[in-house]
């Protein structure tokens, strides 16, 4: 038997950390290509809704909530609220 096999469970702990202990740029860097999120805007004074990537990067600009959420969704994210 070939001990190049990799063991399920030591795989799984080797991708467990705990997220209390994650630094500033971990934090940001968590769920990079898969959660954006919405906040309302004002933009040459008037209101829309920023799409921003989970580091705070700008990705877009929506002129209400529910397009916002849609493009989110559209694009294989998960969208999320910062209010």
Known sequence: MSNDVENPVEKIALNTFDVRHMSSDQ???LGM???AYVKPVVVNGMTGFAIHAADGTPMAL??????????????????????
């Open 33 to 35: 290509s898969h959660i």
């Open 27 to 29: 934090l940001g860097a």
């Open 62 to 83: 929506a002129d209400d909530r529910a397009t916002a959420m849609a493009a989110i969704v559209q694009h294989e994210m998960l969208p999320l609220s910062v209010h």
